[in-house]
């Protein structure tokens, strides 16, 4: 089959097991023939290859709402509708998004770069349905790592008392990005091992319900039925929330796997069908992977598994040189301790979690959880430091807010993946933090140019007792495990090329720091420069020196204007009656496509080409 001429899911109606099977061999080599030239998430989406082509043949999308947490294991569900002859622009500029997309196709129906999200959405479907007195299945796909998610609970406490018409398909691989951690692992093991019960059950429905006194054998047989649910199998968590359970179901067998899902198609009320998946299936490499390094992954060389973009020679990623040195400093202090919400892998710290294990703890997919977990950690005397990807640690704004900066904690919080993202896209773009915490009481707020100074952040941030968040980017950056720093005084910037003939200065922070620099200084500019590797508090000496010198000063920033550096700068300007010339460079009101880092810059003129441009309108 031409998976390119795919229009719809309608041609799945017609197929039998043996054809079906044919066509997930096919498209398992499709994906990693494309992942391997694009990159992408590669092992979640081999893991639901069957899922995906059963769910598209026993409903109707889309009519059927179906759509999956999180929305990165929905390639084969693209491809199904219509969207495989999109592949080889995959998360590029103006391409095919990673996660579903609701402007792509009529078939996205909910968009999610944030586990746990699916099941509040499926409810609030329902009832919209329902109300409109419409008639149409709605099926979310939860993995096992994002039921553990607080939101994914509060979501089936009250699934389980609305009783409405929901299929939640529970695709259980035993492996999130990292791990699965918490009692509610061990409750999805022992349903991983018992016998499976939809089969009976089906059984039981299909013979009893040909006549009147089948009817009322069925109705007879229900305390049967359930005490023999209960000797098979136990619904755990689901039972507690009061929803039907079917399964497990292998969620690799065709004829078990429609056969479950016919059943569910025809119950009334939630029901959960738990289907058992081997995340990565069909491709070595990511079978074998227990540390989630091929959840996504850049282009690779598909025969050898190569990652084809290595860091440069002496290079770390900035999650790993973070890392290194905060176990350099828990070498000396027995109290730092290491929290991760399920991404130890992706920032870095296994090795931290290997050398300190009773100092290292997993929280799983909970946000909110493990940030006031540190808050209990901090305020007993620990110091912990927590690891969060800039766009998750929205989720745990109110915590950091109300739990860590109100009581004054001395948590350290590293933001990883801050800033653009690139290929990941909307939802991923680590933009807003500095908006979002620059407001809060007690909290400091700072970014590295480089490895050296991360370090002297980190001894900066142990040595003081308020919260204090480090931010660093996606990337890799030069890295000396032999050099030394010393804390730096919270609030100050440093200054480069300043000299009296500068007719401007800018205004910039992390990496762009030495881009900048390097420019100034390889044309021999007039311009002298600022690493403002503070957000909060400001340097506040630096700036009234501006305001006397008067010279117009760009500010040069990367995330979002509101509330950004700029922000910082002329608010403190206002309030103070020190006028400072300023020019702003960053994004606007809107949310940034995906695409490659340099792409999507210049798009949004924050590219160092665009900024020189307005710099030389000074110089001139």
């Given at each position: 089959?031409?998976?390119?001429?795919?229009?719809?899911?309608?041609?799945?109606?017609?197929?039998?097991?043996?054809?079906?099977?044919?066509?997930?061999?096919?498209?398992?080599?499709?994906?990693?023939?494309?992942?391997?030239?694009?990159?992408?998430?590669?092992?979640?989406?081999?893991?639901?290859?069957?899922?995906?082509?059963?769910?598209?043949?026993?409903?109707?999308?889309?009519?059927?709402?179906?759509?999956?947490?999180?929305?990165?294991?929905?390639?084969?569900?693209?491809?199904?509708?219509?969207?495989?002859?999109?592949?080889?622009?995959?998360?590029?500029?103006?391409?095919?998004?990673?996660?579903?997309?609701?402007?792509?196709?009529?078939?996205?129906?909910?968009?999610?770069?944030?586990?746990?999200?699916?099941?509040?959405?499926?409810?609030?479907?329902?009832?919209?349905?329902?109300?409109?007195?419409?008639?149409?299945?709605?099926?979310?796909?939860?993995?096992?790592?994002?039921?553990?998610?607080?939101?994914?609970?509060?979501?089936?406490?009250?699934?389980?008392?609305?009783?409405?018409?929901?299929?939640?398909?529970?695709?259980?691989?035993?492996?999130?990005?990292?791990?699965?951690?918490?009692?509610?692992?061990?409750?999805?093991?022992?349903?991983?091992?018992?016998?499976?019960?939809?089969?009976?059950?089906?059984?039981?429905?299909?013979?009893?319900?040909?006549?009147?006194?089948?009817?009322?054998?069925?109705?007879?047989?229900?305390?049967?039925?359930?005490?023999?649910?209960?000797?098979?199998?136990?619904?755990?968590?689901?039972?507690?929330?009061?929803?039907?359970?079917l399964g497990p179901v292998d969620g690799h067998d065709f004829?078990?796997?429609?056969?479950?899902l016919e059943v569910a198609k025809t119950h009334q009320g939630?029901?959960?069908?738990?289907?058992?998946?081997?995340?990565?299936?069909?491709?070595?490499?990511?079978?074998?992977?227990?540390?989630?390094?091929?959840?996504?992954?850049?282009?690779?060389?598909?025969?050898?598994?190569?990652?084809?973009?290595?860091?440069?020679?002496?290079?770390?990623?900035?999650?790993?040189?973070?890392?290194?040195?905060?176990?350099?400093?828990?070498?000396?202090?027995?109290?730092?301790?290491?929290?991760?919400?399920?991404?130890?892998?992706?920032?870095?710290?296994?090795?931290?979690?290997?050398?300190?294990?009773?100092?290292?703890?997993?929280?799983?997919?909970?946000?909110?959880?493990?940030?006031?977990?540190?808050?209990?950690?901090?305020?007993?005397?620990?110091?912990?430091?927590?690891?969060?990807?800039?766009?998750?640690?929205?989720?745990?704004?109110?915590?950091?807010?109300?739990?860590?900066?109100?009581?004054?904690?001395?948590?350290?919080?590293?933001?990883?993946?801050?800033?653009?993202?690139?290929?990941?896209?909307?939802?991923?773009?680590?933009?807003?933090?500095?908006?979002?915490?620059?407001?809060?009481?007690?909290?400091?707020?700072?970014?590295?140019?480089?490895?050296?100074?991360?370090?002297?952040?980190?001894?900066?941030?142990?040595?003081?007792?308020?919260?204090?968040?480090?931010?660093?980017?996606?990337?890799?950056?030069?890295?000396?495990?032999?050099?030394?720093?010393?804390?730096?005084?919270?609030?100050?910037?440093?200054?480069?090329?300043?000299?009296?003939?500068?007719?401007?200065?800018?205004?910039?922070?992390?990496?762009?720091?030495?881009?900048?620099?390097?420019?100034?200084?390889?044309?021999?500019?007039?311009?002298?420069?600022?690493?403002?590797?503070?957000?909060?508090?400001?340097?506040?000496?630096?700036?009234?020196?501006?305001?006397?010198?008067?010279?117009?000063?760009?500010?040069?920033?990367?995330?979002?204007?509101?509330?950004?550096?700029?922000?910082?700068?002329?608010?403190?300007?206002?309030?103070?009656?020190?006028?400072?010339?300023?020019?702003?460079?960053?994004?606007?009101?809107?949310?940034?496509?995906?695409?490659?880092?340099?792409?999507?810059?210049?798009?949004?003129?924050?590219?160092?080409?665009?900024?020189?441009?307005?710099?030389?309108?000074?110089?001139?």
């Amino acid at each position: 089959m031409d998976l390119t001429k795919i229009q719809d899911p309608s041609f799945l109606k017609t197929m039998d097991n043996r054809q079906l099977r044919a066509l997930a061999q096919q498209i398992r080599e499709f994906l990693i023939d494309q992942v391997s030239r694009t990159g992408g998430h590669l092992s979640s989406n081999l893991g639901v290859v069957e899922l995906t082509i059963a769910l598209h043949k026993v409903f109707d999308s889309p009519r059927d709402k179906i759509f999956f947490d999180v929305g990165h294991q929905c390639y084969t569900h693209k491809i199904l509708t219509g969207r495989a002859a999109c592949f080889p622009t995959l998360r590029q500029y103006e391409g095919l998004s990673g996660f579903q997309k609701r402007a792509e196709s009529e078939h996205d129906v909910w968009e999610a770069g944030h586990s746990s999200t699916s099941l509040s959405a499926a409810l609030g479907m329902a009832i919209a349905r329902d109300l409109n007195k419409e008639s149409y299945h709605i099926v979310p796909v939860i993995g096992d790592g994002a039921l553990g998610g607080g939101m994914a609970l509060e979501a089936l406490n009250q699934i389980g008392s609305e009783q409405r018409n929901i299929i939640i398909i529970f695709n259980d691989n035993n492996m999130s990005i990292s791990e699965n951690v918490g009692v509610l692992t061990q409750n999805f093991a022992k349903l991983r091992s018992s016998k499976p019960y939809n089969a009976l059950k089906h059984d039981l429905k299909t013979a009893l319900n040909r006549n009147n006194v089948g009817q009322a054998v069925l109705s007879g047989l229900q305390n049967i039925k359930d005490a023999i649910k209960s000797g098979v199998i136990d619904t755990g968590v689901f039972g507690v929330f009061g929803l039907e359970y079917l399964g497990p179901v292998d969620g690799h067998d065709f004829k078990n796997l429609i056969q479950c899902l016919e059943v569910a198609k025809t119950h009334q009320g939630p029901v959960v069908v738990h289907v058992l998946t081997k995340k990565g299936k069909g491709y070595s490499y990511c079978e074998q992977d227990k540390e989630g390094r091929w959840h996504g992954v850049s282009a690779f060389d598909k025969e050898t598994g190569e990652i084809l973009t290595r860091p440069a020679p002496g290079h770390l990623s900035w999650s790993a040189i973070i890392s290194e040195n905060l176990i350099r400093l828990a070498e000396k202090n027995k109290d730092i301790l290491a929290v991760t919400p399920a991404m130890m892998t992706g920032s870095k710290l296994e090795r931290f979690f290997a050398l300190y294990p009773d100092r290292a703890f997993d929280c799983g997919i909970a946000e909110e959880h493990a940030a006031t977990f540190c808050a209990g950690l901090a305020i007993s005397g620990k110091r912990p430091f927590i690891s969060l990807y800039s766009s998750f640690l929205q989720r745990c704004y109110d915590q950091i807010n109300h739990d860590i900066c109100r009581m004054d904690l001395p948590v350290v919080i590293g933001i990883d993946r801050a800033g653009l993202v690139g290929e990941d896209g909307d939802t991923h773009h680590g933009v807003f933090d500095i908006t979002l915490l620059r407001s809060l009481p007690n909290l400091i707020l700072s970014q590295p140019k480089d490895a050296l100074e991360a370090r002297a952040l980190m001894e900066t941030a142990f040595a003081q007792r308020h919260p204090f968040v480090i931010r660093y980017p996606r990337g890799t950056a030069r890295y000396d495990e032999k050099a030394e720093a010393e804390p730096i005084a919270v609030g100050s910037w440093s200054c480069y090329n300043d000299v009296p003939e500068s007719k401007v200065w800018v205004m910039t922070y992390g990496p762009d720091v030495d881009r900048v620099l390097s420019k100034i200084l390889t044309n021999s500019l007039p311009v002298s420069l600022i690493n403002a590797r503070f957000f909060k508090p400001l340097d506040e000496a630096l700036l009234r020196r501006l305001s006397r010198e008067g010279k117009p000063v760009v500010i040069y920033e990367t995330d979002m204007l509101a509330g950004g550096l700029a922000s910082a700068v002329l608010e403190w300007c206002a309030d103070h009656d020190c006028p400072i010339p300023v020019k702003r460079i960053g994004i606007g009101d809107h949310y940034v496509p995906q695409g490659s880092m340099n792409r999507i810059r210049k798009r949004e003129g924050i590219d160092i080409l665009s900024c020189f441009e307005e710099i030389q309108k000074y110089c001139k």
